[in-house]
């Protein structure tokens, strides 16, 4: 691996600079993704404020996880497109402060928002009666304000931790973002208690929001099988097995990245896992839980034509 020099205080991303091949092709790739991302979770946020009929829980939810996946995406994503483009693999030392603390944030407060989304979903397979109640819209706020402060909180601890760990003058960061799990190996102290706080944390915002999940779809599973329709079972199974496969994904993938200890993997295996919830996922979100539903799409339909014939009513 090619050593670099720095006369600033920052750091270098090495990323996949010892594979340019790769990197041309993860920008490709990666780039394409990016824009499809931005034009489906825009899209999505637009119909749900713009159509009166999607101004339900599930929507207000969605479109919130929309925006989470915006900021999540765009806190990451730009500066890997620089360093997969060019030869400079820099970063300096506020710019990686500034993405570790707003990528952990996000990070994290997603992972709770798609808990409180599988409430939801439970709520409205196996209790449709008391659907009004439960998801009442004071109840969403409050619930949507909790994810948010939860992940607020987690990064004000974490990333502040980690950052005031001596590097010693290590500035090679062997991934291509500044994560926790990263700079923590990059310390030059003894750092059990950050690996033991880290451990913490992954535990209450991974393990206990997935098991939470997983305990929604065993009864929504439970529910479904109850249906008499064979059609009604298929598709219900479709829709939930399509969303759990995201949620397996990006869950999985990040309990990959922070639980396991980094030693025991090898090399190059953490960066394209991190690929996964940093890319991936906040593509699939907007084709799965939104793109495939007839009323959204419906409404996407609805808002194209009316913008069509305003256009039409201008030009004549």
Not at 216 to 235: D, E, P
Request: charged share 10%; with cysteine; proline share 4%.
């Amino acid at each position: 691996m090619t050593i670099y020099h720095i006369t600033f205080p920052g750091f270098i991303l090495v990323g996949f600079s010892d594979r340019p091949q790769l990197e041309l092709v993860l920008f490709g790739v990666i780039l394409c993704l990016y824009l499809m991302m931005l034009l489906g979770n825009v899209a999505i946020i637009l119909v749900s404020l713009l159509d009166s009929k999607l101004h339900t829980p599930m929507y207000f939810f969605l479109s919130r996880l929309s925006l989470l996946d915006l900021c999540f995406t765009s806190s990451i994503i730009p500066q890997l497109l620089v360093n997969l483009g060019g030869s400079d693999k820099s970063i300096t030392y506020g710019g990686c402060v500034v993405q570790l603390y707003v990528s952990l944030a996000l990070g994290s407060t997603e992972c709770v928002l798609l808990a409180v989304m599988s409430y939801d979903r439970y709520i409205t397979v196996c209790r449709p009666l008391h659907y009004a109640f439960a998801m009442r819209p004071s109840l969403c706020h409050t619930l949507a304000s909790v994810a948010w402060l939860s992940g607020v909180a987690t990064t004000l601890i974490q990333s502040t931790l980690t950052l005031q760990l001596p590097f010693c003058g290590h500035h090679q960061v062997d991934h291509f973002v500044c994560e926790v799990p990263v700079l923590i190996k990059l310390a030059c102290v003894e750092t059990t208690f950050n690996q033991v706080e880290l451990f913490a944390a992954s535990v209450l915002f991974l393990v206990v929001p997935l098991s939470l999940i997983l305990i929604s779809y065993g009864h929504i599973a439970r529910a479904v099988l109850k249906i008499k329709s064979a059609i009604g079972r298929h598709k219900a199974f479709g829709t939930g097995s399509s969303h759990l496969m995201v949620v397996i994904i990006f869950y999985g993938t990040i309990i990959f990245m922070y639980l396991q200890p980094a030693k025991s993997r090898p090399k190059d295996q953490g960066k394209f896992v991190s690929l996964f919830y940093t890319v991936v996922t906040p593509i699939l979100n907007p084709l799965i839980y939104t793109l495939r539903n007839k009323e959204a799409k419906a409404a996407m339909k609805k808002i194209l034509v009316n913008a069509r014939g305003k256009n039409s009513l201008s030009a004549s």
